[in-house]
């Protein structure tokens, strides 16, 4: 098959770009100037680059295009006619080391479905330009090494335009008298293209200020829709904590007088960090009670913190080339996780982080698509923007902390962000940055920004030993993987006293590790990666009883949730593996955390919470989806009937006469949604009353969606009521609608498929939205059960959808693929119709190279 389509696509296979043929830009652009004439049906852009020729080669100027054409093209203020166009770029031949290069074309926003470059969303236009979206508004060397200075004139229609707004400060404004106006922004901070953008449209202001530490005022504005400014403010907030953090942990200040955020409603991603012009998705600024959950609450404070602390950690300091993505996005990811630590409770966070990184880039890892955090090669780089890079790059920056602690860490932040102010750089300055601030040898630590997989260490005691043994799994084109340096934090309880000795950092650099054992003491209780240290899979010989133990002593409160963790596991593959298992060890691990008046109720709502049905997946050699839902709702079910009495307690204790919006509320309402969620699989019958009378009582969006799904997922009478009136009362609201979406495709009602199938058709359904295609495709491909149905109609499902969305915005469409990549963790029947849908989407005429190299990496 692979040959056959290597033979047959020759032609048409896209290129395969290689981190080894880096070379540095033939020409820099120390300034450009752009003027925007703005309008949603055609936009004329007129660029003039200044030109320098980088190092002694004679090499003509090259500027990437995509889908455009040159209305004309001076060099030097004359017409040149020399240019040619080659794979959209427009290469000009120039004489002498300097040249002035002024083009023009012509854009037609309101007809970019991509939703990259220059397009209309709603009545705004906006860019995004990350990775390569430059190229389709101008012709440029799109690079992030290429830095320039950046004056940008826009000229709009004023009615529909009022508001103009680009990167830096506004240096210029003013009425044409024919209703058409005008602004000039200018950025002295030089920038690579990707960070460009400019809005143009209607939009209302929550203004704020602050004071940086060296006493500077910043005039920060968030930018909506008048009608949605009430829901600014958390966002605000959010901002405003996240420059007092920068400047408290990091030391760093903000360096412009003006710091803008626009929402618009289509966006490919969550959020861009344009210099002082950062543009979000409208679902990670509006947030108020009635609309958003206490889960949006927290995205958005914790996308606002991301995008704004990019502003050194990608745009003061950015990356040489795509490769070093982890550079700015591992970094950034893992100081706005520090972030949203600070804000509320730490261990929540820290539990939420490792869910999500298990639940993404575990999977990834252990798939056709893994990747190292650095990558080698890729066809197209916006299929690059992974969890490995992010959440991945995010655990290694971590582990560079634990090893070095806190102040050294510090040290060496604070040496890269000096050396490499105002250039891109890489990872390698990065880790070298580490090791010259604190002296110590990161050698072989290097290592995990080469290496693919999650590595997997087997730990037993032996006697007087602890034997810990680590193997990195093969992955695509990486095989027999040396060691790597791996900070294992663990301690040795004594379960006769439920202490330990200490909480120890061990650093693996082998393949095998002994640890003598404290001599005379009877076989301990093991607690190993604490605070899970280093992003691996542990193996080991531990007991349902020592698990139970943890799960009430460790003093670690991420030690002590993965103890339950494990107990759950366990019990739930031995039930999909011989058909029961015997649910009392977790039924009173459980029993003894809600009854612990002394834990966190947020803590608590996560400890008591069944691994997803997609992890338990994880764990076994072949996927059962039906064998794991039976099981998993079995012991649901047991846990809900057995402490019927606790979680009916826990409701009533957690209830609040009304919202307030705290970490202790916050909390609350987590704990005593999971109760309803036990409440409802203990009592099938009477569970849509309880539901219904929530989700019609509610003050909150966190309560109300909650009712909602528990009642999605079952047959009561209340059901289809909730669905009308939650779609009756938020029809209005996108970001509402996308959960009225979400939760129907995620169900677990035998109906399912047919409901995804009619929603396809819904009038309120449109590929064009970005939110709306995740809320149907991306959320129901994440519901195990269903997208594998045995029949493969959920595959088709997905296939079609893709195949429809790809011509309209292959970005989106790739990013939805990989589900449909796992075939290798089913049965065979399965595995045939998950790789007949891949064939089918390959063999699609006019395919994307997005869509083209997840799917045939996929198959390979
Ligand atoms: N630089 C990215 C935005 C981006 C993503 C551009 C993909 C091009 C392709 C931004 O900083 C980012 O990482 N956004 C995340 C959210 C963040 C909190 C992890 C996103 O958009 O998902
Ligand atoms: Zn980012």
Request: charged share 25%.
């Amino acid at each position: 098959m692979g040959i056959m389509l290597t033979v047959q696509n020759a032609a048409a296979t896209p290129a395969i770009i290689r981190r080894e043929d880096y070379t540095a830009p033939d020409w820099l652009v120390p300034q450009i100037d752009l003027e925007f004439d703005l309008a949603a049906a055609a936009t004329q852009v007129r660029a003039q680059l200044r030109l320098v020729r980088n190092g002694a080669h004679d090499r003509p100027v090259r500027l990437d295009g995509d889908g455009l054409t040159p209305l004309s093209v001076l060099r030097d203020g004359a017409v040149a006619s020399d240019w040619t166009l080659v794979d959209g770029a427009l290469i000009i031949p120039v004489m002498g080391d300097v040249a002035l290069i002024e083009t023009v074309v012509t854009l037609a926003p309101d007809q970019n479905t991509q939703l990259m470059g220059l397009y209309a969303s709603g009545g705004l236009l906006c860019t995004q330009c990350e990775a390569e979206g430059f190229r389709r508004i101008t012709f440029f060397p799109d690079r992030p090494d290429v830095l320039s200075r950046y004056r940008v004139r826009m000229t709009a229609d004023k009615a529909h335009y009022p508001v103009l707004l680009g990167n830096g400060d506004c240096t210029g404004s003013g009425d044409l008298g024919d209703g058409r106006h005008w602004a000039e922004w200018t950025d002295p901070f030089p920038k690579p293209s990707y960070l460009f953008a400019l809005v143009a449209g209607q939009l209302a202001a929550n203004r704020d200020q602050f004071v940086t530490m060296s006493g500077k005022t910043v005039d920060l504005a968030i930018w909506v829709a008048e009608a949605d400014l009430p829901k600014t403010q958390h966002a605000m907030d959010a901002l405003k904590a996240s420059m007092a953090w920068d400047e408290r942990v990091y030391g760093r200040e903000y360096d412009l007088g003006q710091f803008n955020i626009v929402a618009v409603a289509d966006f490919n991603f969550g959020a861009m960090e344009n210099k002082s012009l950062n543009i979000f998705n409208s679902r990670y600024i509006l947030a108020d009670p009635e609309t958003a959950t206490d889960l949006d609450y927290d995205a958005v404070a914790g996308v606002v913190a991301h995008e704004y602390f990019h502003n050194w950690s990608g745009n003061r300091v950015t990356c040489r080339d795509w490769f070093q993505l982890s550079l700015k996005e591992g970094f950034t990811v893992f100081r706005d996780q520090c972030f949203s630590a600070d804000q509320g409770s730490a261990a929540v966070k820290r539990i939420e982080d490792v869910r999500i990184l298990r639940a993404a880039q575990f999977p990834e890892d252990a798939g056709p698509l893994a990747h190292p955090i650095r990558p080698d090669s890729y066809i197209e780089i916006s299929n690059f923007y992974t969890a490995t890079i992010y959440n991945k790059g995010a655990e290694i920056i971590r582990m560079l902390n634990t090893l070095l602690g806190p102040e050294m860490f510090r040290k060496g932040t604070d040496l890269y962000f000096d050396r490499h102010d105002g250039t891109a750089a890489t990872c390698e300055d990065f880790v070298r940055a580490m090791e010259d601030a604190s002296g110590q040898d990161l050698a072989q630590f290097r290592l995990w920004y080469a290496t693919a997989g999650t590595p997997r260490l087997t730990v037993r005691i032996a006697d007087d030993r602890l034997i810990i043994d680590q193997r990195v799994p093969d992955t695509p084109g990486q095989t027999g993987k040396p060691p790597l340096m791996i900070p294992l934090r663990l301690a040795l309880f004594d379960p006769a006293t439920g202490t330990h000795g200490g909480d120890r950092l061990e650093v693996l650099t082998k393949a095998r590790t002994e640890i003598a054992l404290p001599a005379g003491s009877g076989r301990p209780v093991l607690s190993i990666n604490r605070g899970f240290a280093a992003p691996i899979t542990v193996e080991t010989d531990r007991t349902s009883a020592d698990l139970a133990f943890l799960s009430a002593h460790d003093d670690d409160p991420f030690g002590r949730y993965e103890a339950m963790q494990q107990l759950m596991l366990d019990t739930l593959v031995t039930a999909v593996q011989t058909g029961s298992a015997d649910h009392d060890p977790v039924i009173a691990a459980v029993r003894t955390t809600l009854t612990n008046t002394a834990l966190d109720p947020a803590f608590v709502g996560e400890a008591v919470l069944l691994p997803s049905e997609a992890f338990i997946g994880d764990q076994l050699e072949v996927v059962d989806p039906d064998a794991i839902h039976a099981a998993r709702e079995a012991l649901r079910c047991a846990l809900g009937t057995t402490l019927s009495d606790h979680w009916d307690a826990a409701y009533r204790r957690h209830a609040a006469d009304h919202f307030v919006y705290s970490p202790e509320a916050k909390g609350a309402r987590r704990l005593r949604n999971v109760a309803l969620g036990y409440l409802a699989a203990a009592r099938a019958d009477d569970a849509g009353p309880l539901a219904f009378a929530q989700f019609s009582a509610a003050d909150n969006m966190t309560d109300r969606l909650a009712a909602l799904g528990t009642l999605a997922n079952g047959d009561a009478p209340e059901r289809s009521l909730a669905l009308h009136s939650f779609y009756d009362r938020f029809r209005d609201n996108a970001l509402v609608i996308d959960k009225w979406f979400a939760t129907q495709v995620m169900s677990t009602r035998a109906d399912t498929l047919a409901v995804v199938e009619a929603l396809r058709t819904h009038p309120d359904f449109t590929l064009h939205n970005p939110n709306r295609v995740r809320a149907l495709a991306g959320a129901f491909s994440m519901n195990q059960l269903h997208f594998h149905a045995a029949d493969g109609a959920g595959y088709r499902l997905l296939a079609d959808l893709l195949l429809a969305l790809d011509p309209i915005n292959p970005q989106t469409a790739a990013k939805l693929l990989p589900p449909l990549g796992r075939w290798r963790r089913f049965d065979p029947a399965r595995q045939a119709l998950m790789r007949a849908q891949l064939e089918r989407i390959l063999a699609a005429p006019g395919l994307s190279k997005d869509l083209f190299e997840q799917a045939s990496k996929s198959l390979a």
